[in-house]
T-cell receptor
């Protein structure tokens, strides 16, 4: 059973659409992450939230807007995407850096996004 | 020099043999090291993590860390066809919340 869930599993959207990706974790973690993964490439970090505050933004274009409503939820709002944004979007969670415990990251199953 | 380097493979190993996957990293301050397995079309699955020099064993998997040589490896004993996947080495860069991934090694176990 995965303790990090993501919805939807698949999403097809046009370049003028607005959509959101959702992630929920049931691991009691206080850090959550968004990654983007293209085919045959490793995951590429986009955003990090630590204690519900944005701590890292890897210079991601503003058409991607993250939100962390509470410690177990993470959203990624999408607007005016480009076809090159088509990828697998992965959510992960861990204990925050410096929390004094292991900081292993666990990934959700991902959302396969296609921008037409 | 890339921060985390892996041989991209593909690495082909006969069933029942030991598969050896290697990874080097550039940041001497790195403290946390992870191995993820990723099946085609699926998300990465954490299979091993190691924080101290030496070996760590979990079932058929052994992670080995040598901080002096900046080298981390994953051994898979009694390889099974179900072990065929891409294996990603990831390193937590010293003093940061950020995981840096290698390019991944594609492993094929031949029956």
């Amino acid at each position: 059973d995965t303790e990090v869930t993501q919805t939807p599993k698949h999403l097809v959207m046009g370049m003028t659409n607005k959509k959101s990706l959702k992630c929920e974790q049931h691991m009691g973690h206080r850090a959550m992450y968004w990654y983007k993964q293209k085919a045959k490439k490793p995951p590429e970090l986009m955003f990090v939230y630590s204690y519900e505050k944005l701590s890292i933004n890897e210079s991601v274009p503003s058409r991607f807007s993250p939100e962390c409503p509470n410690s177990s939820l993470l959203n990624l709002h999408l607007h005016a995407l480009q076809p090159e944004d088509s990828a697998l979007y992965l959510c992960a969670s861990s204990q925050p850096y410096g929390a004094g415990v292991g900081d292993e990251q666990y990934f959700g199953p991902g959302t396969r996004l296609t921008v037409t | 020099q890339k921060e985390v380097e892996q041989n991209s493979g593909p690495l082909s190993v006969p069933e029942g043999a030991i598969a050896s996957l290697n990874c080097t990293y550039s940041d001497r301050g790195s403290q946390s090291f992870f191995w993820y397995r990723q099946y085609s079309g699926k998300s990465p699955e954490l299979i091993m993590f190691i924080y101290s020099n030496g070996d760590k064993e979990d079932g058929r998997f052994t992670a080995q860390l040598n901080k002096a040589s900046q080298y981390v490896s994953l051994l898979i004993r009694d390889s099974q066809p179900s072990d065929s996947a891409t294996y990603l080495c990831a390193v937590k860069i010293g003093g940061a919340q950020k995981l840096v991934f290698g390019q991944g090694t594609r492993l094929t176990i031949n029956p």
